[in-house]
């Protein structure tokens, strides 16, 4: 009786449901990362979703799909294909980590409930210094003649007060703590 080999020596191999598993290999800025085709279209409507051998990223000669990007990330971006998780490393910065998401195209509410409060962080301190940079950028704007009148012109120029005096108030000091 002949002995059934348990070793892979394709490029394909039957699964126990009789599907076929395609190994996929992405080189992302050199490094290589092995997975299948099918883990890769877990999370449909993405980059990595879309991969086939007429992909502009295939390289035939290499049988992988190339990217030209910083590889450091795409580990974390890996695992959501296979855990259907992705969390953020604690040690990566929320923009770093968004412009991420937004290459791979993966949609921000996909990242994990025990990161997302650290993601929306990120958000949060980016909308605050947004709206501070404008107060900031409007203050520049000022024109006395206009501040004759202007209400609004007036409470710039509170603002601007706030900010040039950072020890003068409880809520200045919290701001300034912020702001360095
Ligand atoms: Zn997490």
């Known amino acids: ?63 992988e799909y190339f990217f030209d990007h910083n590889p450091t990330l795409f580990q974390d971006i890996l695992d959501l294909y296979r855990t259907g998780e992705l969390h953020i490393p604690n040690n990566i910065c929320g923009a770093v980590f968004s412009r991420e998401m937004d290459f791979w195209e993966i949609p921000k509410y996909m990242v994990s409930e025990c990161c997302i409060h650290s993601y929306h962080r990120y958000i949060n301190d980016l909308d605050t210094i947004t709206s501070i940079q404008d107060a900031i950028d409007d203050v520049l704007d000022y024109d006395t003649d206009e501040a004759k009148n202007s209400c609004w012109v007036r409470l710039k120029r509170r603002i601007w007060i706030f900010l040039d005096q950072p020890k003068s108030s409880k809520p200045a000091q919290v701001l300034y703590e912020f702001w360095i």
Do not use: C, K, W
């Not at 395609?22 to 883990?39: D, K, L």
């Not at 993405?46 to 290499?62: G, Q």
């Open 1 to 63: 009786m002949e002995e059934e080999s348990s070793l892979i020596t394709g490029p394909s191999a039957p699964t126990l449901d009789g599907q076929e598993i395609i190994p996929a290999t992405i080189n992302v800025g050199g490094t290589t990362f092995q997975t299948t085709m099918a883990t890769l279209r877990r999370i449909p409507n993405t980059r990595l979703s879309h991969l086939s051998e007429s992909s502009p990223e295939y390289r035939p000669d290499f049988d």
